[in-house]
């Protein structure tokens, strides 16, 4: 008795029995209901499908099988009267190929020998060149790259035009001033996070500045500066809730960070390290003392390593003994940007 298996695509079986005599006949019924769960990654998201099994009783054993009434019989026997003529005055079909025969397979290693690349060691053939003849006429032919006129063997190739010397000799390649160091990169991928401390509000008005020079950049709170932004890193939490919405938001992260009055033994100098940042920069205000700054930035240096340092309040002063002495390549300046 032969039977069809199909799926449910929506797993209900209401109204799956009268689905089933409808499309298959009165006498088909239902065997086997199979649910199991296609798709999804880890079994998460996976659809949920029922596979159904159907009996259909064989035609010939099926005394109702062929119960037509009158005008059935007739309509049908006027439909197959109408097909054997339509038949008649076709041309013969030829048979369909078979995919396991001996013609086939001989057919796909024609195609293959058709298509297969030549050897390695055998060149490439390069066309010849086209020559048109005296009094041709020529038809303009359309191509995705521009056409380039054939040269003749025999003419000769076009002249070089001489280099003339150059009347002013090239500068020498000068050594880097002793003592100068290359700045620093700032990190611009998403989930970055650079560390900018300074005293007072230093260090905010430099976040912003590095800030609008990456053009895409969130800026946080810590240490002492307090209230300036929605997002507060203080510790290795708070910088990789930071860093994920950084990720998420495709920013570089960057860490306003308050050292107060720069007091050496401030406790959030030493809670530098636990937040684990990309890089830590430090705020210097060239208009202070030299002996102050390098105080606290070597404090700083104790216990982080600082990749670099910004200088502000640099318009109110020439002397850059401070920017020397501390020894730290500058990365910004409010005097250049």
Known sequence: MPSIRFRLEQPTLTGLAERVRAEYGPTARIVATDESLVGGLGGFFAKRVIDVTVEIPDPVANPQGHSFDVPARVGLAQLLDDVEQREAVLPQAEPPVSTESIDFARVLDGLRAGVAPPPASAPAPRPEAFRAEPGARLEPVYRAEPLRQARPESDPPPPVPPVLPSLVPPAPLLPPAAGARVPPVLPGR????????????????????????????????????????????????????????????????????????????????????????????????????????????????????????????????????????????????????
């Not at 959030?268 to 003392?289: E, H, M, N, T």
């Open 190 to 337: 998403p989930g970055d996070l650079v560390v900018i401390a300074g005293l007072g509000d230093d260090a905010l008005d430099v976040a912003h500045a590095l800030g609008r020079g990456l053009g895409r950049a969130h800026v946080c709170d810590g240490g002492s500066i307090e209230g300036h932004t929605r997002r507060r890193v203080e510790d290795r939490r708070g910088a990789l809730a930071a860093r994920a919405y950084g990720v998420q938001s495709g920013q570089t992260v960057l860490v306003a960070y308050g050292l107060g009055r720069g007091d050496p033994a401030d406790p959030r100098i030493a809670a530098l390290p636990g937040i684990g940042a990309d890089q830590v920069w430090v705020v210097v205000d060239v208009s202070r003392k030299t002996v102050d700054s390098a105080r606290w930035v070597n404090a700083v240096r104790a216990v982080a390593d600082v990749t670099a340092m910004a200088t502000v309040a640099g318009r109110f002063t020439t002397d850059r003994q401070a920017v020397a002495e501390i020894g730290l390549p500058e990365g910004w300046s409010d005097r250049v940007g």
